[in-house]
């Protein structure tokens, strides 16, 4: 890998060039689009320019309103007001207007589509094809979900009469949610809670990440224009300043955050009733490759690259660790270094797989957890681990020590540890005692290793690829884990379930009461007890 350098801001390109500061300040609150007068906070992009000396300074993309306890309450209020006890516009809203209001809402997202991707690439150091593909899947995701909304809404129109009773079971929605989306995939991953939420009918509160808030103001006329006032509020500021009172407050029904477990269970002890809370979560992960001996070394290596460094390894999907076979060890990871190093290292908008950070200080934590593994025993393989700036090197570790940090750390970022096993037991007895248990890659072509290692880790983790990465997709597929990686489960319509309880209008199936029922259903008297389906 060459050296990495950062242009003067005389090189910028013009043509990626984005404008934020039309975005200053903004937040939805009721159905408004407001301007905070109160506290800012500047904007920094990971993409920097030489400065005086040489020296690397962040571009400043604009500024992010900083709302304080009341703007947020009042937030909260107006969620609270439209969801009016279950009463309010939004939740009883007939399922075939509400996916009307969500496709007016995907047209203001398409049409802010080149908006969205610069600013993906500006604010958290995507590359423009990954935005690119973050958006496009975040699009096709909201119309997935109403696909999936639809035939569960068809699958609802149904009565069903068993001993001697008749009842109607749908799903209504719980009420008002609060969601937090993560940086790494601030659009898609916050949307993945937000958007099935909102279709079941709640009513929503969205905290925007501390990096990639920008993203989100081009869509906040959209959220206006398609629902109703109240139905989605957004707002950004200091989690502690505004989380806090809105979690204590109570009147959170559930909340869908995708972060860290410590912060989750944080936020879970603030409520007063936390037996009222309903959680979805997407927590972290140390998801192991396993390189087996009978593993095609080529594939195997593909994969890893791909699934350690994709968005410079920052995903809780990422793989993490590999364990690879001992006998095998040196070849496999002489071929891994040499992919690492050919890896392209530029700016977002550049044909590259490899950018600068968008957490500050991040690269100086790499750079620890790689001294720590090395002063156990480890060594870097290739030329990474140097950093300069926001952007660091990708380094391969080897071999990494159990006592090692990066041996038992999520590092969230551009490390590839490896490590040597002998025997299947050692990954069985890792994701035994590991506290995570999201997924796991296993590649090897001896049917009975891998029919062995399915079997022990099938109830360690939620996913096993079989010579193939870690990852999300396609999501049609279950996506959660086990013990401190997840809680609940967020796919297409599994989340739709999450966001929403059964409930049932029921009664004995005497004459008397089937006519009743019918009668309401055909003079069409009741949103909820009802045979229509518009699909």
């Known amino acids: ?32 689009l ?13 993409v920097c320019v030489r400065g005086d000396g040489g020296a690397p300074e962040p571009v400043e993309l604009g500024r992010v309103a900083m709302v304080d306890a ?33 496709g007016t809402f995907v047209a203001g997202m398409r049409a802010a589509r080149e908006e969205l991707v610069r600013l993906l690439m500006w604010e958290i150091g995507k590359t423009r094809a990954d935005s690119e593909v973050e958006v496009d899947r975040t699009v096709d995701y909201i119309t ?42 601030p659009l898609n991953e916050t949307f993945t809670t937000l958007i099935p939420a909102l279709l079941m009918g709640n009513t929503v509160v969205s905290k925007l990440p501390r990096f990639g808030q920008l993203v989100h103001l081009p869509l906040l006329p959209a959220f206006r224009d398609a629902f109703p006032a109240g139905a989605v509020n957004v707002l950004q500021g200091d989690g502690a300043t505004v989380i806090g009172p809105i979690m204590e407050s109570g009147d959170v029904d559930c909340l869908a955050f995708i972060g860290s477990s410590r912060v ?40 890893c690259v791909a699934g350690a460094l994709s968005f410079n390894g920052q995903r809780c999907t990422a793989i993490k660790l590999i364990f690879v076979h001992a006998d095998v060890a040196e070849a496999f990871v002489a071929r891994l270094a040499a992919a690492v190093d050919a890896l392209p290292a530029g ?20 750079r620890a ?6 002063a156990g025993g480890a060594r870097i393989v290739g030329g990474g681990g140097a950093s300069h700036g926001t952007f660091f090197r990708p380094a391969v570790v080897y071999p990494v020590a159990p006592a090692a940090r990066l041996y038992r750390e999520e590092q969230f970022g551009p490390v590839v540890p490896v490590t040597t096993f002998r025997e299947l037991d050692e990954i069985d007895h890792f994701m035994r005692q590991s506290p995570y248990g999201q997924q796991i890659a296993l590649f090897g072509a001896d049917p009975r290793q891998l029919a062995q290692l399915v079997d022990a880790l099938v109830n360690s983790v939620c996913r096993i690829n079989l010579n193939a990465q870690c990852r999300r997709g396609p999501d049609s597929f279950p996506f959660t884990g086990r013990k401190d ?29 089937q006519e009743l029922v019918g009668e309401i259903v055909t003079r069409r008297l009741s949103s909820f007890l009802s045979t229509d389906f518009l699909f």
């Not at 937030?75 to 279950?86: E, N, S």
């Open 347 to 366: 700016l977002p908008w550049q044909p590259v797989k490899v950018t600068p950070l968008p957490e500050p200080g991040k690269p100086a934590h790499l």
């Open 1 to 32: 890998m060459t050296a990495f350098t950062f242009p003067a801001a005389s090189e910028l390109p013009t043509d990626v060039r984005i404008d934020a500061a039309r975005w200053d300040r903004h937040w939805l609150c009721d159905g408004e």
């Open 485 to 513: 990686s997840a809680e609940g489960t967020l796919s297409i319509s599994d989340a739709l379930r999450a966001f929403s309880i059964r409930t049932v209008v029921a009664t004995t199936a005497t004459d008397a009461n």
């Open 144 to 185: 997935d979900t109403i696909e999936a909304l639809k035939e569960l809404d068809r699958a609802s129109a149904r009565f069903s009469v068993t001993g001697g009773f008749v009842g109607q079971i749908r799903r209504a929605p719980l009420g008002v949610v609060l969601c937090m989306g993560p940086f790494n995939y």
């Open 264 to 303: 989750a269970n944080l936020l879970r002890r603030q409520h007063p009733r936390p037996n009222r809370l309903r959680a979805i979560t997407g927590l972290e992960a140390k998801n192991p490759a396993v390189i087996l001996p009978s593993a095609d070394l080529d594939l195997a290596v593909r994969e």
């Open 70 to 102: 009341a703007a947020a309450l009042e937030a909260l209020a107006a969620a609270k007001r439209a969801w009016d006890h279950g009463r309010g516009s939004w939740p009883t809203m007939r399922v075939g207007e509400r996916i009307e209001r969500m």
């Open 369 to 374: 957890l790689v001294d720590d593994a090395v």
């Open 34 to 46: 407001r301007t905070w007068t109160g506290d800012t906070a500047p904007v920094r992009s990971p």
